[in-house]
C-alpha cells in the first residue's frame, strides 16, 4: 500500500510539471496558430462576352478579337487570372507571413456576335464551343499549375503580394501554365475557325 501510493506520488510528480510546460507552450503558440491549414483556392467568375461585329460568318470569325486580351497578340478567347485579397495572419514578432489563404479568380472572356443570323447561327455557335472548350483547358491546367500559390507568398513580408517580385513569379506561372496546356493541347494556341463563309443577307438581285 505504502509503496502504491509512492508510486503515484512519483507519477504525479512526472505528469503534472509536464503537462504545465506542454500547456503554456501550446497557449504560446495558439497565438501564432492557423485556423485553418494555408491554401489556395480558385474562384470561377462568371463567363464575359465581348461584343464582335459582322455582316457574315466570316467576318465576325476575323472580328474575334478580345479587346482585353494582353500582350502582343489579340485573342478569341481568354481566361483571366487575378489573385483575389488573401486572408492572412503574421507573426508579429518577425512580420512574416504565417498563413494564408490565396484566392485567385478565373474568369473566361467569349466573343459574341451582335450581328448573328440563324443561317449561320449553328457554326458559330459551334466556334464559340471551341473557343469555351480550349478556355475551360487553361482553367483546368491553371488550377494544378496554380495549387501551391500560397506557399510562394508565406514566410513573406506582409504586403509582399502587391511587389513587383511577386507580381512577376506570379505571372510568370500563369504564362508557364498557358504554355504547357499550348503544348498538350492538339491546335496549340489556336482556335480552329469555320471552314466556310455563310452570308447571312442576300445581295440584292438585280435584273
Ligand atoms: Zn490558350
Redesign the pocket.
Known sequence: MKFQKIVIIIVLMIILPTSLVLNSAHNSYAIEKCKRPSSTQFLILPTSFYDVHGKDLKEAVENSKDPNSQGDKTLVSHTFVKLEESPTLTNKKSGKITCINAKISLTIHLPKWIEKCEKAKDEWDKFVQRALD?EQG?VKFLKKDLENLHKEILGHEKGYTGTKEFKSIFEKMVKDS?DR??SASANG?QVPVPKNNIICEKPDVEN
Open positions: 480550349h487553361h498557358e496546356f499550348h494556341e
